[in-house]
């Protein structure tokens, strides 16, 4: 291009001007630069112009090109010190070249310069786009033959260029608020629906839902699957509960098999009420959970921790209610007073069909802490439970003492976790206090004869609770002593079984034949047993007074009885 006439220049700037308002006029990135490379062409009129940006690793690359030129050369990167571009971005200013292969004056690239042959790339100019002090790209017009570029040509690039540095500017500026506004309305629409989601929660709770009730409308919310640890439930994660717990923030850990599993802790003060485990899908295989969802969950905690202290004082008030009761009907029996009856209607239990008192007890757990868990089978049966007189007490219909007793010792074992000693005894005539204290003595017999896992009724256990103080385990090991210990010492040393014998001769009623049956035995062999049971106790039992023997024969084997 050759320095034109007043006319051709006023021409080039008018053109120049209405470049410049249409650039102003785009908005996108990518459609700034095509619409920059295809005016500079237009206005230069070199065989072809491109513009490359400084990438984040350093290397010029082609964005945007218009005429001939092949997508080989599009495609290249040369680092931004080098070649001709290298110059441009370094001064920040214009330079150009009549023969790029042949050039000396700047820093070639082998592989540039194999591509620049191929192009059939001969002059260039090249003029910088600086934003802001800093060159970002440059903008390049070729010709395919050798050629000087004029002090016009060069200027007229170079404003065009300045322009152009601002509109590019602006569409970067313009790309960067699109995207700060899409990421408003994602962080808009996942507050609305944190916001819907706890709406949700609190109305389960306002519509008397429970914890459970909670973490399932969670996980319908959130999706994948939520757990509710209780206080003491026991899991392998106890690690990550502890550190939400110390932190007050969700715990996210990724399992060997890829499980992710997000952790908040169920808190009301310094006490631990439990936790929410949430699986954010089906397979709980995916990136870090986001961060809103995850307050959510800690959200939905703080609704938890609520509903349980909740449930915890109504429960505690049913505690105290139930125990208050059961007091009362114990010291006011035997009988029902109308205001006793009136209360125990309004909790929905039959008073008079109050007729079997049980008590408990467990060697690892004092009876207040029994009693509450006496209480929720109590709650369930249409009883009473609480501690009465130091003991852990309960008060149930049951026309099936044997069952009933058996099925509390069952579901209070699981319970437990562990050992307990259940003893129930039917209350004739509403008469709760005579049932709860032989209850309570038939317990101690029990205790004494070694047992601490049985549930049982006082049938079999009354006559010895009245013939010793059950407070008193040594009368007892005193009595046995003096009853059966020669026996007992006998078939220890001889390895015979004459207390064996001596006891299913009791139980058939001293028959000598049904006895010597039931022992498989010829009858005289069990004579001979008999005769030498007698010749050990030092007395003839058969003839003498043997109630003695028979109680103590009777103790030891409700001592060997295995629950």
């Not at 013939?467 to 220890?492: C, M, Q, T």
């Not at 028979?550 to 629950?563: E, I, S, Y």
Request: charged share 25%; proline share 3%.
């Amino acid at each position: 291009m050759t320095t034109g006439s007043p006319g051709r220049r006023q021409r080039e700037l008018a053109s120049l001007y209405a470049t410049v308002k249409s650039l102003t006029a785009l908005g996108e990135l990518d459609e700034v630069l095509q619409s920059i490379v295809h005016h500079a062409h237009d206005l230069i009129g070199t065989d072809f112009t491109y513009l490359s940006l400084v990438g984040p690793d350093g290397r010029l690359s082609a964005r945007a090109s218009d005429g001939t030129i092949s997508a080989e050369f599009l495609a290249a990167t040369i680092p931004a010190t080098v070649g001709l571009g290298g110059k441009v971005l370094a001064s920040k200013s214009p330079h150009w070249v009549r023969d790029y292969a042949s050039s000396t004056l700047i820093q070639h690239d082998p592989n540039f310069d194999r591509l620049v042959g191929t192009e059939d790339l001969v002059a260039l100019l090249g003029v910088p786009l600086v934003i802001r002090g800093e060159a970002v790209g440059a903008l390049f017009a070729a010709d395919r033959s050798e050629r000087s570029f004029q002090a016009e040509e060069i200027a007229l690039l170079n404003a065009f260029a300045d322009h152009a540095a601002v509109a590019l500017d602006n569409a970067r500026l313009y790309e960067e608020s699109r995207t700060a506004l899409r990421e408003l309305r994602v962080a808009y629409r996942k507050i609305e629906r944190a916001q819907a989601i706890h709406e949700v929660l609190t109305g389960v709770v306002l519509g008397g839902g429970t914890p459970d009730d909670v973490a399932q409308h969670l996980a319908d919310q959130l999706g994948g699957s939520v757990t509710l640890l209780g206080r003491t439930d026991v899991s392998d994660l106890t690690g990550a509960v502890e550190d939400a717990r110390r932190s007050g923030r969700c715990s996210v850990s990724v399992a060997a098999d890829g499980t992710t599993r997000c952790v908040a802790a169920i808190q009301a003060g310094d006490s631990y009420l439990g936790a929410l485990v949430w699986i954010p899908d089906a397979a709980g295989r995916h990136d870090v959970p986001d961060d809103t969802d995850l307050r959510t969950l800690e959200r939905a905690t703080h609704i938890l921790g609520l509903l349980v202290l909740k449930e915890r004082a109504v429960a505690e008030a049913g505690e105290r209610l139930s125990g208050e009761l059961l007091t009362e009907l114990m010291v006011g029996s035997p009988g029902i007073g109308p205001a006793q009856r009136a209360r125990t209607r309004a909790r929905n239990i039959d008073a008079d069909r109050l007729d079997l008192v049980l008590v408990a007890e467990s060697p690892a757990m004092p009876a207040g802490g029994l009693s509450r868990h006496l209480y929720d089978i109590a709650r369930d049966r249409n009883g009473l439970a609480g501690e009465h007189l130091g003991r852990a007490t309960m008060i149930l219909p049951g026309t099936d003492a044997v069952r009933t007793v058996a099925e509390v010792h069952t579901g209070l074992r699981r319970s437990l976790g562990g050992p307990v000693l259940v003893v129930g005894e039917p209350a004739a005539g509403h008469d709760w206090a005579r049932a709860f204290a032989l209850a309570g003595r038939c317990s101690a017999v029990l205790r004494a004869l070694g047992h601490t896992d049985l549930g049982a009724t006082t049938r079999e256990y009354a006559l010895y609770a009245t013939v010793f103080d059950p407070e008193r385990a040594g009368e007892l090991d005193r009595f046995l002593a003096g009853s059966i210990g020669a026996l007992l010492d006998y078939d220890e040393r001889r390895g015979t079984d004459l207390v064996g014998t001596l006891g299913a001769y009791y139980v058939h009623r001293a028959n000598v034949a049904a006895t010597a049956r039931a022992l498989h035995l010829h009858v005289n062999t069990l004579l001979k047993r008999l005769d030498r049971a007698g010749t050990v106790l030092g007395f003839d039992w058969r003839h003498e007074n043997d109630l003695e023997l028979q109680l103590g024969l009777r103790l030891h084997q409700l001592r060997a009885v295995t629950p």
